[in-house]
């Protein structure tokens, strides 16, 4: 008897397990042509990590009380400017970022309303953390999609709700 129940609490432990495997990978894109894909589709993106300028409060609550935070996703390292209405030299595509609050790997710290750049921390699938400006991929959903914006980069067309992160390479 004793072994059914070792035997059972393997195979229940196994099936939790399981249950938390990685998600499917999506589809490898371009930033510039992530919001060309059709809603709810999956995407594999790479590129630096950043916040979004000119934003005081970039987290929110959902109706479901769940707590999500917006980033960019750049394709080039340059640093945005601080004011949000000055055009950079040379504009990079960038896409925003939608991230569960939380702990756990495809989540990001808590940010407080007027912060800088230095307090964002997003936990990666290894354990370790990616800060602003590190080189990433992400896994998502492709969500609201503007069909009124015609931006130059996808950030005024369409977001990505991510589910998975770990560091880029091939940078």
């Not at 072994?3 to 229940?12: K, M, P, Y």
């Not at 990685?22 to 916040?51: H, N, T, W, Y």
Request: contains cysteine; glycine residues 8%.
């Amino acid at each position: 008897m004793r072994g059914s129940s070792i035997v059972l609490s393997v195979l229940a432990s196994s099936a939790l397990f399981a249950c938390s495997k990685a998600p499917p990978p999506g589809k490898p894109v371009s930033i510039a042509a992530v919001c060309d894909e059709p809603m709810q589709s999956r995407v594999r993106l790479q590129g630096f990590l950043r916040f979004v300028r000119g934003w005081n409060d970039p987290c929110s609550t959902t109706e479901a009380g769940l707590r999500r935070c917006t980033l960019e996703l750049r394709e080039s390292n340059e640093r945005p400017p601080e004011d949000p209405s000055a055009s950079p030299s040379a504009p990079s595509a960038n896409v925003r970022l939608s991230l569960p609050v939380g702990d756990g790997p495809a989540a990001m710290n808590n940010l407080p309303s007027n912060f800088t750049g230095i307090g964002v921390v997003v936990h990666l699938e290894s354990g370790a953390n990616a800060v602003e400006g590190s080189y990433i991929t992400i896994d998502g959903v492709v969500t609201n999609h503007s069909q009124t914006t015609h931006s130059p980069d996808a950030a005024g067309r369409c977001s990505v709700d991510v589910d998975w992160v770990q560091a880029g390479s091939g940078n």
